[in-house]
């Protein structure tokens, strides 16, 4: 009988600290909801990178819009390759590829691609000439 009030006396005291201090049980642990709401708004907060945009910490070669611009004349009236369009964009910016360039290139061509200004065949890529 007494450790069946002492149960009782152990649910009701967590029961009335978890209401007065408003925490919940994740897992093995006890977060308060004040802790597990400002971690999640933390997450929320985190900024996405706008490539369209330049700032002191960016690169120009971060610049979906920069970059667009150089492999559009890279390109010309050619056919080329994407592999040595990338190295010709390499060699006239002066970089080394590295895969956050690579991803702003390949960005950039899909920017070119959904205005209609590009197209590709089998890793092939060509201007479309829209003379009107």
Do not use: P, W
Not at 48 to 62: D, G, R, W
């Amino acid at each position: 009988m007494i450790t069946e009030n002492a149960a009782q006396i152990i649910r009701y005291s967590i029961i009335s600290y978890s209401r007065k201090h408003k925490i919940f049980s994740l897992g093995k642990e006890c977060i308060s909801l004040d802790d597990y709401r400002n971690t999640e708004n933390e997450r929320k907060e985190k900024k996405q990178t706008n490539y369209f945009l330049l700032s002191k910490y960016l690169s120009v070669e971060e610049n979906v819009l920069f970059t667009a611009k150089v492999l559009f004349e890279l390109i010309g009236n050619k056919r080329k390759h994407i592999d040595q369009l990338f190295l010709e964009f390499a060699q006239k910016q002066g970089i080394t590829i590295n895969l956050n360039i690579e991803r702003i290139l390949y960005l950039s061509l899909t920017f070119l691609y959904s205005l209609g200004k590009v197209t590709f065949n089998k890793n092939m890529i060509e201007v479309i000439n829209d003379e009107v």
